[in-house]
Every structure is written in C-alpha cells, then in structure tokens.
T-cell receptor, first 116, second 109 residues
Framework: GAGVSQSPSNKVTEKGKDVELRCDPI?????LYWYRQSLGQGLEFLIY????????KSGLPSDRFSAERTGGSVSTLTIQRTQQEDSAVYLC??????????????FGPGTRLTVT | GENVEQHPSTLSVQEGDSAVIKCTYS??????FPWYKQELGKRPQLIID?????GEKKDQRIAVTLNKTAKHFSLHITETQPEDSAVYFC????????FGAGTRLFVKA
C-alpha cells in the first residue's frame, strides 16, 4: 500500500522567506511525527500529533516553527523567516497507535530544505 | 528529561566480524525499543524491535537484547557484510519516542 509521502522533495528558498512542508501519513495512522536531520547528524524531534490530543511541541526550536494537522491526516510544517541554519532534511513519520501501544514509525522520504 | 544514549558513535569492523551497538534509556515508562537502519540518502527503516516483556529477539543475522533492570538494550549483527554499512538508530518508546544519536557502521570488505 501507499507509504508516507512528503512534498516537496527539495526546496530552495531565500533567507527570510516562509516555507511550508507537507506530510501525508499512512491512512488510518493516528500518530504523526516531524523530525529534522542535519547533514550527517541524528534525528532531532520537532513535534508529535496523536489523534485529537494537543500536540507535543516540545522539540520546536523557535517560534518561527509551527505545525498543524488537519482532520487527523495531512500535516503541514511551516517555517517563517527562514535562516541558513534551518537548512536540513525534514522527515515526517506516522505510526498506528490504535492498540494503545507504541509501534513502528514509518518514515517519509523527507524534504531537503536549503536556505540561501 | 527523557534521554536515550547510544554508543559508539562510529564503528568500523571487518567483513564477517560481529558488530554491537549499545543504548541506555532513562524513561521508566518506555516499553518498546525499535532499531532503525538509515542508508546514505535514504529514510530510516525498522530492522528489528523488542517489547519490554521479552529479553531477547533474533532475526537471522541481527538480534536485540533488553535488560529492563539496567535500562539498556543492544543490537548485535553477526557475520557483517558491506551492505550492513549504514547509520543505526535505537529508540525508546512509551508515551513518547526518543531516538539515540545514531551509530555510523562501516563494514570493510
């Protein structure tokens, strides 16, 4: 079946511009995560959505970053007034937590963001 | 706060040797411990996982052990092959999933 998809796959933007990154999770998955991965680095947790609960925003690095998840499905990560240090691959993952147990996260292909 | 520490950060082995990666976690509520493999330019993918009611799990050349008392778990890869070269991430999951920083494994032919 269809996996997690993300768009765009690549985004080049000028410093100071706003960008929106999109994630389409696997249908029926209640949990959705956003991570940032700088070149050669680990997975930096950004935000976590679980069903209708308030999202866990504890990983967002600044108030320039925000995310929403509409209708419990598609999510958009927005970065305002982009800075060069925002350049990274942004990964989205979804997980089926309907059994109330933590389970495998399925990752999307990522969006490579370059801020010039 | 919750944390998962992973060691070593880099590991180089000869083809055919074994590789061991170790992780420790701090959150007592963690009850699920997956391992992900990320090849260069690719997305992380699950290779094996273990739940807290099990002490060991094996799948062909890879195995994971869990010591809940000591709060550590390990990944063992036997008979390593060049295609095992990748970055490996451990994670601890309870109410929240926390990833380790990753181990870059090089398997020399």
């Amino acid at each position: 079946g269809a996996g997690v998809s993300q768009s765009p796959s690549n985004k080049v933007t000028e410093k100071g511009k706003d960008v929106e990154l999109r994630c389409d999770p696997i249908s029926g998955h209640t949990a959705l995560y956003w991570y940032r991965q700088s070149l050669g680095q680990g997975l930096e947790f950004l935000i976590y959505f679980q069903g209708n609960s308030a999202p866990d925003k504890s990983g967002l690095p600044s108030d320039r970053f925000s995310a929403e998840r509409t209708g419990g499905s598609v999510s958009t990560l927005t970065i305002q007034r982009t800075q060069q240090e925002d350049s990274a691959v942004y990964l989205c993952a979804s997980s089926d937590t309907s059994l109330a147990l933590p389970y495998e996260q399925y990752f999307g292909p990522g969006t490579r963001l370059t801020v010039t | 706060g919750e944390n998962v520490e992973q060691h070593p950060s880099t590991l180089s082995v000869q083809e055919g040797d074994s590789a061991v990666i170790k992780c420790t976690y701090s959150d007592s509520a963690s009850n699920y411990f997956p391992w992900y493999k990320q090849e260069l330019g690719k997305r992380p993918q699950l290779i094996i996982d273990i739940r807290s009611n099990v002490g060991e799990k094996k799948d062909q050349r890879i195995a994971v052990t869990l010591n809940k008392t000591a709060k550590h778990f390990s990944l063992h890869i036997t008979e390593t092959q060049p295609e095992d070269s990748a970055v490996y991430f451990c994670a601890g999951a309870g109410l929240k999933t926390i990833f380790g920083a990753g181990t870059r494994l090089f398997v020399k032919a």
